[in-house]
């Protein structure tokens, strides 16, 4: 039994898997970054800083895979998600206060996660 199941329509923006991921070693971690009410608009504004931030920040090579969180009509963004392996929590938490999004305050709430291929390891 789960506590809780969050189920969203994702869109991978790496266009690769988690097994497509070399490694390096660092530890795992998922990160569900919930948008707020009426945020699409104004992501779309930052669409591109956003990219830029994590794809030639110095995170990049951490990226596992993410991308957009959307509606069940993939017409509105309702966060975005992350596989990340970085040196630890402190390195992710930088890495989303960081980006654009979140300094716009575009997300409402941020979920960091131990992960592990092919889930969370238990407690």
């Known amino acids: ?3 809780e199941v969050l189920v ?3 869109r991978n923006t790496l266009a690769r898997t988690m ?3 070399a490694g390096h070693g660092g530890r795992r971690f998922l990160v569900i970054a919930h948008g707020g009410p ?3 608009l104004r992501r779309t504004e930052l669409r591109d800083e956003q990219l830029d931030y ?3 920040g110095p995170s990049r090579e951490g990226l596992i895979v993410f991308g957009p969180l959307l509606s069940e009509d993939g017409t509105d963004w309702l966060g975005t ?3 990340v392996e970085l040196a630890n929590r402190t390195v992710v938490e930088a890495l989303v206060e960081g980006s654009p999004y979140a300094r716009a305050r575009l997300y409402d709430d941020v979920e960091i996660h131990s992960w592990r291929f092919g889930g969370r390891p238990q407690n």
Do not use: Q
């Open 1 to 3: 039994m789960f506590e």
């Open 8 to 10: 969203r329509r994702w």
């Open 19 to 21: 097994w497509d991921f």
């Open 38 to 40: 009426g945020a699409t």
């Open 54 to 56: 994590l794809l030639a």
């Open 81 to 83: 998600a992350m596989l």
